[in-house]
């Protein structure tokens, strides 16, 4: 995919009968890009991924992400390649760590994160290209294994990562890195400086939205979905912040999370979340684009994500 692009999520938790009217109206509405979200005890990312390819006709479907330590790779590399030979050009497969204490939880947490995502990455690129593959490696074990009918549409893929090892990794072995919200274009351009790619290099970049014309009402609406930032594996995404520290001391000084998203200045809401008139936003979105993003995915806001998928769509 070439030039800056708008996607959305799909929520996480979507009613099952709300998933595939809730693509459907993406892709109507004219988002380039819908990702869906593999959490832990939610939806699957391959299945979710599958079901809307085939209920909608434009839409790139992005997959966010899968953790490499869940599937065996070749595999993976099946069920990949099977949805890129049947909608050809609209698949994107992000692949990550997954987080600590989930994978943890299924027994798949890796001593070497950082060794398994990159070795795991290669294998699954060379794999999607059709190579055979052979390999003894810490994590990944491959005898002469090849896909039968790699795609001719090779799906890119992305690592969904944050600290700086894994950003190297992502810009030696993958098509692209996806960062998960809050990202600023001052988190981009640190984020893409430990990526260094020496090849095109897309970057996704996650953040939470809530478009209103009333700037204040969007504020107030953004405040409850913060709540999380500044907890420790958030560091990566403020460290470039100006008022890092100030974040830091706040969320030491409250109590609860509640207390945390009340105290915090607006400002700092309209940094860490795309807030604001569809012309307010279409002006952080060029901010980020001159930062290096290349596609922007709007995490919708509020109890009714579908009604939210509508106003998210005035920023087109």
Known sequence: ??????????????????????????????????WVVEDLGFRGGIAQAAAVLASTTRLRVGIGILPAGARNVAFAAMELGSLAELFPGRLDVGVGHGMPAWMASVGAWPGSPVTLLSEYTAAL?????????????????????????????VPDILLGVRGPRSLAVAGAEADGTILAEPVTPQYARVALGHVAATRPHRLVAYNLTVVDDDEDAAVAAARPALEWVGEADTAPHLAALPFAEELAALRSQCATRAEFTERMPAAWVRSLALVGSPTTIRARLDELTAAGVTSSVLLPVGDDPTAALEDLARVL
């Open 1 to 34: 995919m070439s030039g800056p692009g708008v996607g959305v999520v799909l929520p996480r938790d979507l009613r099952a009968e709300q998933v595939l009217p809730y693509a459907r109206r993406a892709d109507e509405l004219g988002f380039d890009e819908l």
């Open 125 to 153: 690129h060379a794999l999607l290209h059709g190579h055979d593959v052979s390999g003894d490696g810490r994590y990944v074990r491959l005898d002469d294994v090849a896909l039968e009918q790699p795609p001719t549409h």
